[in-house]
């Protein structure tokens, strides 16, 4: 019963991660359309709008750190 209940959790998740995927899709066909401009342009531009607010650390800077410290 246990599982059941956890694979209904699951699955919700995964449901409304589709509705807002196909959400997002939706917006972006229609804002190409509107613009009257190629899809891929459109979607490239939000995606490095997206991008550009998100706050991501310095993936090779514990590299560097941990490159010094044994010199």
């Known amino acids: ?3 059941k ?3 209904v959790q699951h699955d919700d998740a995964r449901d409304a991660s589709l509705r807002v995927s196909k959400r997002m899709r939706d917006s ?3 804002t190409a359309a509107v ?3 190629p899809l891929y342009d459109v979607t ?3 995606i490095n709008s997206y991008l550009s607010t998100v706050k991501l650390g310095d993936p090779l800077q514990a590299i560097r750190r ?3 410290g044994r010199k």
Do not use: D
Request: cysteine-free; glycine content about 12%; hydrophobic content about 40%.
């Open 66 to 68: 941990g490159a010094r």
């Open 28 to 30: 972006l066909k229609a």
């Open 35 to 37: 613009m009257g401009r």
């Open 5 to 7: 209940k956890k694979e």
């Open 44 to 46: 490239n531009e939000a």
């Open 1 to 3: 019963m246990a599982t």
